[in-house]
């Protein structure tokens, strides 16, 4: 079965400081995707990155960065200096490749990430 | 391009109520879905389509109907309200393949009484 695990749910920083949000994933296929998802205070939900399980490999823009490791089924994603706009819940989500699957998202449980000036 | 949106964004329901949420998409996506969102659970997939005229039941799709009518469209009924069914509900559209990302609307917030 597919699952998807962020077990940090709160965490709190200093403006300025770098952070790691954790997610774990499982499952049976061999093709997938892995996405993160960033919620604002307003609500919406924000696109923020997809990977598929054929590339491993690192990947940054600006203060993010993303760590994909096949080996430990993990998709973490690092903020690097982070800012008081940071502030979020942030979600991973997989989905499978098989087309029958329709392409749906399993989501982690959220990251609530609150940067303190 | 409106991208998606949802209609109503609030909504209070007194039990047994009931009532469609709308979703309507200007990019001409194939697939749809619909979601909730309840504190400390993530998003949850209620139905979706994978094109006009069909529909599949997703991870909690006791007490929602669907129907997708139109391509742009995808609506979410609830028939008889509980309020289990208190929460925020999502809705989303990609294009193929199958590894591109979700684009949600904005989100319906829903207090059923």
């Known amino acids: ?13 200093v403006e300025k400081e770098d952070v790691t949000l954790d997610c774990v994933y499982e499952t ?15 609500g919406e939900l924000v696109f923020l990155i997809r990977r598929n399980s054929f590339d491993e490999q690192n990947e940054i823009s600006g203060r993010y960065s993303w760590n994909f490791q096949k080996s430990t089924s993990s ?8 800012q008081v ?9 997989l989905s499978e490749g098989r087309v029958n699957q329709g392409g749906k998202l399993i989501f982690g449980q959220g990251t609530e990430l609150s940067v303190k000036p | 391009n409106a991208g998606v949106t949802q209609t109503p964004k609030f909504r209070v329901l007194k039990t047994g109520q009931s009532m469609t949420l ?8 194939e697939y749809m879905y619909w979601y909730r969102q309840d504190p400390g659970m993530g998003l949850r997939l209620i139905h979706y389509s994978v094109g006009e ?27 008889s309200a509980a309020p ?13 393949p199958m590894d591109n ?12 009484l």
């Open chain 2, 53 to 79: 005229g069909t529909t599949a039941k997703g991870e909690v799709p006791d007490g929602y109907n669907v129907s997708r009518l139109k391509k742009q469209n995808f609506l979410l009924g609830l028939e």
């Open chain 1, 75 to 82: 998709f973490n994603f690092t903020i690097t200096a982070s």
């Open chain 1, 1 to 13: 079965a597919q699952k998807v695990t962020q077990a940090q749910t709160e965490i709190s920083v």
């Open chain 2, 22 to 29: 709308l979703c309507a998409q200007d990019m001409n996506h």
């Open chain 1, 85 to 93: 706009v940071d502030s979020a819940v942030y979600f991973c989500a």
């Open chain 2, 101 to 112: 990302e979700q684009f949600f609307g904005p989100g319906t917030r829903l207090t059923v």
């Open chain 2, 84 to 96: 289990s069914q208190t929460s925020v509900y999502f809705c989303a559209s990609r294009p193929p």
């Open chain 1, 28 to 42: 049976r296929d061999t093709t997938y995707y892995l996405f993160w998802y960033k919620q604002p205070p307003s």
